[in-house]
């Protein structure tokens, strides 16, 4: 060993992030990681303390899906450990790139019931893309470059890194690799000619085709090649909610996003379409609705970089896998210049027909929907908006119109409440030249509030916007219509509890609780609206306030989002009111 390169392996690993490219590490610090705290004030990245382990996970989810770069949480053992198992599956249904490095008990102590010892390998293994346990310092600078290296390669996701304390404290001469070689990973895949020949060949013979756009678009860098064959071939495209940005919502082209909230004009095409081109998707049941009737019509030819993800859901004519902008960038020069005047036709019918609109309830409360055209009028369509889950998630997809990628970042596959806000600050680290929007429900919310202060310190113009309708909207959603109004634990607010001061309407709900107060013993700046002819004028203020602001928007109770197709069920069955 030569003593003049030795340091401890907490060192190693600080040093190895700074290789690896790290710019930003969220995290929270612990007894079994203490020694690598140790080593961050020198380091070559900026850390930012979160004020949980669940938000800093998410945050390190909403740097990378906003940034395409890994995001990276450092935690300690035990329950800093398992906090993490949300964000990691939220991140791992998505395919987000993310390290997760957790301390660990000293080897001695593993598998003895130490104090916040957990078999984190054990736990994350089934929320995770790959994990390792470091057993040895000598292991930490090419383990760190594996771990990168499997997050970014193939179908991207969550990694997770747990250093026994022992390993941190041990000396290493170990340096970061030039490269890395797996003998048992190697996830690049391409097409075959003869692939990229049948799949030319459908497109030219397709009378009724749909491209169906996915997260994988966004994630491949393939916006611009699908924007290209669409307009060669004349094809409309419909996204998945991950995909939305992935093609330009302002396109006559675009049927926007298709499934269970989509537009009416997408699930139908998709319908009655002759020929799906299915690029960077999953077939989520979200979209499919009933498996049998889906896409009765269509052939499908589907385009992944996971070879699991071929036929899974849904049976395909043609499966290639290989990364989506290859594809497209090879397919293009075969693929025939078309029209399709009477398809696009028929779309273009059901889209004035039957968009995607709203009607007030009440002329003196505020519908949700106005919120986010609100929004979306204010930051002139070119926020990264990030969203919670729930009615508002879907009300964010339907309302706002997206033309860039990694412009709308929500947690799709596993639908995490709480994800909005520590997500929004993620974003807000990672595209500084950007301005951020959060839009959260008044449920979600309430579980990460605590990480606003962290956009307060850090002096982050986001603005938080809380659609406040005094309870689980979706849920109750769901309640209202299939299980007989029976609002059981949909309620966040109680009659006979005292209302906040500033409110003067007789709405169904109590509103507590305040979230302006909430917001403001964080640091933020606050602002309530409950007058409809105020809400514009606010929303644009907070907007272009360079500081951390929070806008709690008192809307009506009884919205419901439509269109809708119950879950399990066909296009057919599709209600609008």
């Known amino acids: 060993m030569n003593l003049k390169e030795t340091r401890t392996g907490a060192q190693a690993l600080v040093d190895s992030l700074a290789k690896a490219g790290v710019e930003v590490l969220f995290g929270y610090p612990g007894g079994q990681a203490l020694d690598i705290f140790n080593c961050l004030p020198d380091a070559k990245f900026r850390f930012v303390l979160g004020r949980h382990e669940q938000g800093c996970v998410h945050m390190a989810d909403g740097y990378a899906r906003a940034t ?57 293994r089934a929320v995770s893309k790959h994990n390792f ?136 095409a998709m319908n009655e379409a002759d020929l799906i081109v299915a690029l960077g998707v999953r077939f989520s049941d979200r979209v499919t609705g009933k498996i049998s009737q889906y896409a009765p019509e269509a052939r ?18 043609l499966g290639i896998v290989a990364d989506v902008k290859d594809v497209l960038t090879t397919v293009g020069s075969r693929v025939k210049a078309a029209k399709h005047e009477k398809w696009l036709a028929k779309i273009d019918g059901w889209k004035k027909s039957h968009p995607v609109t709203w009607q007030a309830i009440h002329p003196n409360v505020i519908m949700p929907q106005a919120v986010m055209e609100a929004v979306d009028k204010a930051t002139e369509g070119r926020a990264v908006v990030v969203t919670d889950v729930g009615q508002h998630q879907m009300w964010a997809a339907q309302h ?35 301005k951020t929007v959060a839009i959260c429900g008044d449920g979600g919310a309430q579980m990460t509030f605590e990480e606003l202060v962290v956009a307060v310190e850090h002096k982050l113009p986001v603005t938080f916007v809380v659609i406040n309708n005094g309870c689980l909207g979706m849920v109750r959603q769901w309640q209202e219509l299939f299980y007989g109004k029976n609002y059981s634990g949909s309620i966040l607010t109680v009659k006979g509890r005292p209302k906040n001061e500033h409110l ?22 606050a602002y309530r609206v409950i007058d409809p002819a105020k809400l514009d004028s606010t929303i644009r203020k907070a907007v272009r306030s360079n500081k951390t602001t929070l806008v709690e928007v008192i809307v009506e109770p009884r919205a419901n989002v439509y269109p809708m197709i119950p879950a399990g069920r066909p296009v057919s069955a599709m209600v609008f009111k």
């Open 504 to 525: 003067d309407q007789d709405l169904d709900y109590d509103y507590l609780p305040d979230f302006v107060k909430m917001a403001e013993a964080h640091g933020a700046e």
């Open 300 to 317: 499908i030819a589907h385009v992944d970089c996971d070879p699991a993800s071929i036929g899974k859901n849904v049976p395909v004519e």
């Open 133 to 268: 346990l470091v057993q040895s310092a000598d292991e930490i600078p090419e383990i760190v470059a594996q771990a990168f290296y499997i997050a970014t390669h193939g179908k991207p996701g969550p990694v997770v890194i747990d250093i026994p304390k022992n390993c941190q404290q041990a000396l290493t001469a170990a340096q970061y690799p030039e490269r890395v070689s797996l003998r048992a990973y190697h996830p690049e895949s391409s097409a075959t000619t003869a692939q990229i020949n049948r799949l030319a060949k459908m497109i030219n013979a397709a009378e009724r085709p749909v491209i169906y756009a996915g997260g994988g678009v966004v994630t491949s860098g393939a916006a611009k090649d699908v924007a290209s064959l669409a307009h060669k071939a004349q094809i409309p495209v419909a996204t998945t909610l991950m995909g939305l940005g992935g093609f330009d919502e302002h396109d006559p082209l675009s049927l926007r996003m298709a499934g269970m909230h989509g537009t009416p004009a997408a699930n139908w």
């Open 400 to 434: 706002f119109r997206y033309s860039i990628p990694r412009h709308f970042l929500t947690s799709g596959g596993m639908g995490t409440m709480g994800f909005g806000i520590p997500a929004a600050i993620g974003a807000a680290f990672g595209r500084p030249d950007h």
């Open 68 to 124: 395409g770069k890994p995001g990276v949480c450092l935690v300690t053992s035990g329950p800093g450990a398992t906090n993490t198992v949300t964000g990691l599956a939220t991140a791992n249904i998505d395919s987000v790139p993310l390290i997760v490095i957790t301390g660990q008990v000293p080897m001695a102590l593993i598998g003895t019931d130490a104090f916040q010892e957990a078999d984190t390998t054990g736990v994350t």
